[in-house]
């Protein structure tokens, strides 16, 4: 299959979404760029459609996706919002939609067990990219997971969707760089008899000081052999296929002869720095300078995927601190660290 690639530029972007609409209304699945990573979307209620997403991807069918809104009123249309949470859902919504925020939510009838992988409930967004967005509200909700084959890094431009989906999807729309450059933030709004709770399934772009300011925050880990409240916290989520370790101090890292080495860096200089240590093969810097942690996490899939192409035995990364967005790519950073040990 050819696979179409269309730039979205300022003038002409309603354009892209015209074809995108109407290749999700012939049951066609379709790459769209939002402001965390490109995602993959299907009509969220054609289920033929929605195993197109999974045999691309070659993603498991016990994976759920997250349906896609592009006004808040259609959260009715594929969510039932108990009333014990609804002030609590209203606040968030308000607060963080369009946005970086996925809510789980008990589902609506409508929504195939397919998109959901069998859950009674449904992870919901409503993105604040005006692509993403137009689509959903025009055509109506869509499911879609990250652009990314099953396990791989997700990615945050169109270049990475053609190198990850190319010849396998007819179409995707180029809207650029990802504002964000991670996955949203997931969490589980819930009452308990102490308040409302938010079970943080997912770190991502709304940290958790954005949520406090809400509600309480739990962290919600997999244990293992327990059942998965989110699979995308699987450790083979987000790793690259050269294994990684995060170096914290100069000690922890013997470099061996012969072997080629590459060095992700936060500031590529300065006190913590390890780019002194040894004869990198390659070198990538989340934010050079002074170190911002909203660029680092922007920059951190297109490094990694860099550091994946060079041929390297071994990524050695810097952590970050974990503090507002530092948290969710220690997350990232943590997890491709567990997949090869
Ligand atoms: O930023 C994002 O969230 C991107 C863009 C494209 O929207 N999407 C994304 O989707 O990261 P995906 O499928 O790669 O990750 C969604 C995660 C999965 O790990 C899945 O397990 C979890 O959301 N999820 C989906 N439905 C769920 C549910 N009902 N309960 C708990 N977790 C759920
Ligand atoms: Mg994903």
């Known amino acids: 299959m050819d696979t179409q690639l269309l730039v979205a530029d300022f003038e002409d972007w309603r354009e892209t979404v015209t074809e995108a609409v109407a290749l999700l209304e012939q049951g066609e699945v379709v790459a769209l760029p939002t402001e965390t990573v490109y995602g993959l979307a299907a009509c969220a209620f054609n289920a033929e459609a929605v195993a197109k997403i999974f045999e691309v991807k070659e993603r498991p069918s016990f994976d759920p996706l997250i349906v896609h809104i592009g006004r808040k009123s259609d959260l009715k249309k594929v969510a039932v919002v108990p009333e014990e949470i609804r002030e609590l859902v209203d606040e968030l919504i308000e607060a963080h939609w369009p946005g970086a925020l996925t809510l789980v939510l008990p589902k609506h009838e409508d929504i195939p067990d397919l998109v959901?992988?069998?859950?009674?409930?449904?992870?919901?967004?409503?993105?604040?990219?005006?692509?993403?967005?137009?689509?959903?509200?025009?055509?109506?909700?869509?499911?879609?997971?990250?652009?990314?084959?099953?396990?791989?890094?997700?990615?945050?431009?169109?270049?990475?969707?053609?190198?990850?989906?190319?010849?396998?999807?007819?179409?995707?729309?180029?809207?650029?760089?990802?504002?964000?450059?991670?996955?949203?933030?997931?969490?589980?709004?819930?009452?308990?008899?102490?308040?409302?709770?938010?079970?943080?399934?997912?770190?991502?772009?709304?940290?958790?000081?954005?949520?406090?300011?809400?509600?309480?925050?739990?962290?919600?880990?997999?244990?293992?052999?327990?059942?998965?409240?989110?699979?995308?916290?699987?450790?083979?989520?987000?790793?690259?296929?050269?294994p990684l370790m995060i170096v914290t101090k100069p000690g922890e890292f013997v470099p061996e002869e012969g072997k080629k080495y590459g060095l992700l860096t936060y500031r590529g200089s300065g006190g913590a720095c390890l780019i002194d240590l040894t004869d990198w093969t390659a070198t990538q810097t989340l934010s050079p300078g002074?170190?911002?942690?909203?660029?680092?996490?922007?920059?951190?899939?297109?490094?990694?995927?860099?550091?994946?192409?060079?041929?390297?035995?071994?990524?050695?990364?810097?952590?970050?601190?974990?503090?507002?967005?530092?948290?969710?790519?220690?997350?990232?950073?943590?997890?491709?660290?567990?997949?090869?040990?």
């Open 116 to 242: 959901t992988s069998g859950l009674p409930t449904v992870a919901v967004r409503l993105s604040a990219h005006e692509i993403m967005c137009e689509v959903a509200k025009v055509h109506g909700p869509i499911a879609a997971p990250s652009a990314n084959r099953y396990g791989r890094i997700s990615p945050t431009s169109a270049q990475a969707v053609m190198d990850e989906l190319g010849g396998r999807i007819p179409l995707i729309i180029d809207g650029g760089a990802c504002r964000d450059g991670l996955e949203s933030t997931i969490i589980a709004p819930t009452m308990t008899e102490k308040g409302p709770v938010l079970r943080l399934l997912r770190p991502g772009p709304v940290s958790k000081e954005d949520l406090r300011l809400i509600a309480k925050v739990e962290r919600v880990r997999n244990k293992p052999g327990a059942t998965v409240e989110a699979p995308g916290q699987r450790a083979s989520h987000y790793a690259p296929a050269t």
């Open 290 to 341: 002074k170190g911002k942690l909203s660029e680092a996490a922007v920059r951190l899939f297109y490094c990694l995927r860099q550091l994946d192409a060079a041929g390297l035995d071994l990524i050695v990364a810097e952590p970050v601190a974990n503090t507002g967005v530092g948290v969710a790519i220690m997350d990232r950073l943590k997890r491709a660290a567990a997949a090869h040990s």
